[in-house]
């Protein structure tokens, strides 16, 4: 079991409030997310696209078994936290694809968030209807 933790490579991402810790175990291309099958977890083709895509840029989808544990946000969110996640366990399995990664902007932190309330508005941006008299 010792070994079985050396093979272990690991990366953590972010995307709004999601975090996704993603684990790359060699194997033959299976991956859960959060103990599901990849595809019950993300039903919506543009958001397995998305989350997948540093194994398609690099050509490994076939090479390692992926553990995802993601929690927080939405399904967007989450998709995009298993997209840099997955691209930094993967330049940790292999420091030779990381311009490949850094072309197709994988490791770039997206740090969109939504902006918070502020006190006498209704939201973050709108105000209440101005009354001159």
């Not at 977890?41 to 895509?53: D, S, V």
């Not at 998709?79 to 694809?97: I, N, P, Q, T, Y």
């Amino acid at each position: 079991m010792a070994d079985k933790k050396e093979t272990r490579m690991g990366g953590t991402g972010r995307r709004k409030t999601s975090v996704a810790r993603v684990d790359l175990l060699p194997g033959a291309g299976k991956i859960t997310v959060n103990g599901r099958k990849f595809e019950d977890y993300f039903p919506i083709e543009n958001h397995r696209t998305l989350a997948a895509r540093a194994l398609a840029a690099t050509n490994t989808s076939e090479k390692f078994d992926v553990m995802i544990n993601v929690k927080g946000g939405g399904p967007s969110g989450q998709a995009g936290a298993v997209r840099m996640g997955l691209a930094r366990a993967l330049l940790v399995s292999d420091a030779d694809l990381r311009p490949v990664l850094k072309a197709e902007g994988l490791l770039t932190r997206d740090s969109r968030m939504k902006e918070r309330k502020k006190y006498g508005q209704p939201g973050a941006r709108k105000r209440f209807q101005f009354s001159k008299r």
